[in-house]
C-alpha cells in the first residue's frame, strides 16, 4: 500500500503540471492588455500614456517578456510557496486565500457529508421498497433534483423560505473559530443546497447497485441461515454495494467544487468561490491560477482517497 501511495502522489506532478500550463495558457491567451487597462483607465488618457510607463507597469505585474518565460517564472515562484501577488488589491495571493480556503473547506465537507449521506439512505430505501410507493417518489425527486442547477435550487430555497415561511436565513458570516454555532447556522443551508442535487446521483446509483447485490448467492446464503435482516443489508450487502457509489462520490467533488463557486456568490460566503467570482470580474490572473491550482489538488486527493477507500470496502482489493 505505501508503494502504491507513493506512486500515486508522484503521478500528482506531472498532472498538476499539465493543469497550471493550460490555465497559464488560457488566461494569457485573452484578448486584452491588463497593464494597459490599468494604467490609462480609459481612451481619453491614452495619448498621455507612453510606451515607457506601459512596459514598466508590465515589468511589476510579471507580463514582460514571451509566454514561456512568464510561465517559468511564474512556475518557479509557485514552488517556493509564492503564489504572486493580486492585482486588485496588491495582497499576497496567499493572503487573500487564507481563511477563505477555511470557509470552503466546511462548506465542502458538510455538502459531502449531506450528499452521501441522504444520497445512499434514499438509495437503500429506494431499493428495498422497490416498486413501491416510496420507490417511485424517490426516484422522481432524484431526476427532478438533477434536472436543477445549483444556483436556481439556491434561489428557489431563498424564495420558499422569505414568502412561505417567513424566515430570512442569515447571511452574516461568523468564523469558526469566533462562534461555531452561528458558523454551522449560517454554513448549513447552502451546504444542503450544494450537496441536494450530487445527492440525487448516489441515490440512483446506491438503488442500482444495492439491487445487483441483492440478487447474489451469498445474501441468498445469509438470509438461509437466518441472520436478521438488516444485517444482512448493512453488514454484507451495503459493504459490497458501496463499491461504485465511491467511484461516483469522488466525481462528485468536481461538481461540489463548481456548485460551491455559485451558492457562496448567493449566499456572500466569503470563501474561494466568491474570491474566484471576484478575480474573474477582476482579470486577477494570479489568484485565478492559485485557486484553479488548488481546485486541481483537492479533486486528485479526493481520487486517491476513493482508490484507498476500495480496499476497506472490499478486501479482495489489494495494491501492490
Not at 18 to 34: E, K, N, Q, R
Not at 87 to 101: D, F, K, L, P, Y
Not at 104 to 110: D, H, I, K, T, Y
Amino acid at each position: 500500500m505505501r508503494t502504491y501511495l507513493l506512486k500515486r502522489l508522484l503521478l500528482f506532478v506531472p498532472t498538476a503540471f499539465g493543469v497550471s500550463v493550460i490555465i497559464f495558457a488560457m488566461l494569457h491567451t485573452i484578448p486584452g492588455d491588463y497593464a494597459t487597462a490599468l494604467l490609462l483607465g480609459g481612451e481619453e488618457v491614452y495619448e498621455n500614456a507612453s510606451q515607457e510607463q506601459i512596459e514598466e507597469v508590465r515589468e511589476k505585474l510579471g507580463l514582460s517578456g514571451s509566454m514561456p518565460e512568464q510561465y517559468i517564472r511564474w512556475l518557479g515562484d509557485f514552488f517556493r510557496g509564492d503564489f504572486g501577488t493580486s492585482w486588485h488589491t496588491r495582497q499576497s495571493v496567499a493572503e487573500r486565500m487564507g481563511t477563505r480556503i477555511i470557509t470552503s473547506f466546511e462548506l465542502g465537507v458538510l455538502a459531502v457529508t449531506i450528499a452521501c449521506g441522504m444520497g445512499v439512505v434514499g438509495g437503500v430505501i429506494s431499493a428495498v421498497r422497490q416498486d413501491k410507493w416510496i420507490d417511485y417518489a424517490l426516484r422522481a425527486s432524484s431526476m427532478t433534483l438533477q434536472a436543477m442547477p445549483s444556483f436556481w435550487l439556491a434561489l428557489i430555497v431563498i424564495v420558499l423560505l422569505v414568502v412561505v415561511f417567513e424566515w430570512i436565513p442569515s447571511i452574516q458570516y461568523e468564523h469558526i473559530w469566533n462562534n461555531p454555532l452561528r458558523n454551522l447556522e449560517v454554513l448549513l443551508l447552502p451546504a444542503f443546497i450544494v450537496g441536494l442535487r450530487s445527492s440525487a446521483e448516489i441515490l440512483r446509483m446506491t438503488r442500482s447497485s444495492v439491487l445487483e447485490v441483492l440478487k447474489e448467492d451469498f445474501v441468498r446464503t445469509a438470509d438461509a441461515k437466518g441472520l436478521h435482516r438488516s444485517r444482512v443489508l448493512f453488514v454484507h450487502v451495503l459493504r459490497n454495494a458501496l463499491l461504485p457509489v465511491a467511484t461516483l462520490a469522488g466525481f462528485e467533488v468536481v461538481f461540489l467544487m463548481s456548485g460551491q463557486i455559485i451558492v457562496e456568490t448567493i449566499f456572500n460566503l466569503p470563501g474561494l468561490g466568491k474570491l474566484f467570482v471576484q478575480a474573474v470580474a477582476a482579470r486577477d490572473y494570479p489568484v485565478l491560477q492559485a485557486i484553479v491550482m488548488f481546485i486541481a489538488g483537492v479533486v486528485l486527493l479526493a481520487n486517491l482517497t476513493v482508490d484507498v477507500m476500495y480496499a476497506w470496502l472490499d478486501p479482495r482489493i489489494r495494491y501492490s
